[in-house]
């Protein structure tokens, strides 16, 4: 190395993609390598299969899908003159797809390097379309355009004899991390392209094991991450990172409604080679084939007048409440304008899941205002019709209908149209109870007696909460809108909620929070909020009260927590039999451990019973939600986290072990 050659200016881009949008990404991700160029990067590090998306889901195995993805890579090479930058797509070789990352020098493809490990839990599939690259293994791959060999595999880059690796997102999060060769080998800076699913506190897991990496094998570390909604459940928070000799230097700003955003930082080089004299021994064996390490020295990183850029600032760390306003608001805006929906439309019972929803989609609005401004707002929803000077965007973008019958109270309907009002929403109030009526006394007539409260109870419920869904799909058809449907995670644990009423809707934005955090996140909300997030002190009209269906008569005092059981007891429950796999009678003692001091232990072992059975009897109806978003590792969601059998035996053998 040119012993003026101390230090490197380096780059992680963030860019929020959209599955097979083959324009849409490759300008997207030649904008975000302007802006890296623009703050001095030598050498910018995009995310993980940014040119194709990471959602491509059976895609993948088309041949097609590859060779449009090396078409773009091939339209975004020229971008790269004078830079050093990786981009994610996935490569065929020898009729293998594997995860890969492009690396571009000065205009011109160097390699590729392939995942190793790759990641198949929770939300994540992809063994089902990729092979992992073997360790230390090298090959050929022939450029489809132009037919010119490339290498392809566990491969480093020298660039100006500054020696670079990498590590692809699901690489950094196992024990055996490729890093630890990576630094037997001399690197110098470790890029680690990824796209990493928001979760609840993922932000400062990721930020350790990138100081980490950096301390343990003396090198730079650059985290990059994809952006937004990608494909309809995941959504990444462009969280990025850089580290130099344990040191972190530098976070982006996550949640940006922008199309992609910049986080720079400069990596000291020499400092870190003097920590690998200290601390480090060279194992020419590992990996040292000169013929799979592409040597280049084109004169972009040794420069005779070093400018170190401004290191980003650091983001700040955001508490949960914060985490899931901002992940909810970037979701619902990338779903709707994704889907070219013109905005939502909200059944608003005056309760605490639909009146969050609406307190959501006004959080997504102002977020959106204060990220784009009004010109790029209205640059990203070109589909939508804004007033030129609105008071709020909101009333262009959310629907409210509160649909009463005569078992509604004037509690929850002054509780909806004050949350409305405060949102900004469009309101309107329909009274439904003659269709209710007229129902019932058509079943009443076929089957030839009168319908009961005694005799009728989840009939004469359910018939309110579906009779809700007819009229409000047609609000949404009208306006070309997506109807939000109201269940939330705890609720889809039991089953408390009414196919084709209540979990209508093209998107269930909140299915993947319990309730007991979506209480305590509406108190927070009326009387706190944070930077960006206004208080709306209209909540209070739901949160005095008790949350109820209001599906029974009023003099029945129909609660839900009466109906199921406590909230937080049922989400105590729900962890132990869900996420940690516990059976009926571990999980009872388990809650006696915990609960004993509050509620008996026979009222205890009721109540894990009957858990057990409201879970494996309802399953087919977690199987029909709309899409949620994912937001820890308690989702129920079948279709990306927790899959269980739609019949079983119910528990049937360890739920009388545990009654006896």
Known sequence: MNSRHNRINVAAASVNQ???????????????????????AQVVCLPELSITGYGCEDMFLAPEVGERAWQALGEIAPHTEGLVAAVGLPVWCHNVVYNAVAVLVDGELAGCVCKQNLAGDGLHYEPRWFKPWPVGATDWLSCPESEDLVPIGDLIFEVDGVRIGFEICEDAWVADRPGVRLAQRGVDLILNPSASHFAF??????????????????????????????????????????????????????????????????????LGRVHQARRASHHPSIGDDLEATD???????????????????????????????????????????????????????????????????????????????????????????FPKKPKSYVSSLLTC????????????????EQIAKAVGANYQQWDIDSLVEGYRQTIEGGIGRDLTWETDDITLQNIQARVRAP??????????????????????????????????????????????????????????????????????????????????????????????????????????????????????????????????????????????QLWTRNQWKRERYAPSFHLDDENLDPKTWCRFPILSSGFKEELAELAE
């Open 18 to 40: 959209t599955p097979l949008d083959w324009q849409g990404n490759t300008r997207r991700i030649v904008a975000a390598i302007a802006s890296a160029r623009e703050a001095g």
């Open 201 to 270: 506190g993922k932000q400062q897991v990721r930020e350790r094991f990138v100081i980490e990496g950096s301390r343990a094998y003396t090198c730079g570390y650059v985290y990059a991450n994809l952006l937004g909604n990608e494909s309809g459940r995941v959504i990444f928070d462009g969280g990025t990172a850089i580290a130099s000799a344990g040191e972190l230097v530098a976070t982006g700003n996550r949640f940006s409604f922008r199309d992609h955003t910049i986080t720079c930082g400069p990596i000291d080089i020499a």
């Open 295 to 385: 040597q280049l020295t084109p004169g972009i990183l040794c420069q005779p007048e070093f400018t170190p850029c401004i290191a980003t600032q650091r983001d700040r760390v955001l508490s949960k409440e914060e985490e899931f306003a901002h992940a909810e608001a970037l979701g619902l805006f990338d779903y709707m304008r994704k889907s070219w929906s013109r905005g939502f439309v909200l059944s608003l019972s005056g309760g605490a899941d639909s009146g969050a929803i609406a307190c959501l989609v006004k959080i997504m609005a102002d977020r959106a205002l204060t990220d784009l401004g009004d010109k790029g707002l209205r640059e990203k929803l070109p589909h939508i019709t």
């Open 401 to 416: 209908v509160y649909q009463a019958t005569r078992n509604s109270g004037e509690v929850t309907r002054n509780a909806a």
């Open 471 to 612: 009229g409000i799909w047609m609000i949404a058809n009208i306006e070309n809108a997506l109807l939000l449907a109201t269940s939330n995670r705890s609720e889809a644990a039991v089953g408390y909620a009414t196919m084709d009423g209540d979990t209508s809707g093209g998107l269930s934005p909140i299915c993947g929070i319990d309730k007991a955090f979506l209480r305590h996140w509406l108190r927070w909300l009326e009387t706190e909020g944070a930077e960006g997030i206004e208080p709306i002190p209209a909540l209070k009209y739901i949160n005095d009260q008790d949350p109820t269906a209001e599906l029974r008569p009023s003099d029945q005092n129909q609660t839900d927590e009466g109906d199921l059981m406590p909230y937080p007891l049922l989400d105590a429950i729900e962890k132990l039999a869900i996420r940690d796999k516990k059976l009926p009678v571990d999980v009872y003692h388990r809650i006696c451990e915990d609960w004993s001091e509050t509620y008996q232990p026979e009222q205890l072992k009721a109540w894990v019973i009957r858990f057990f």
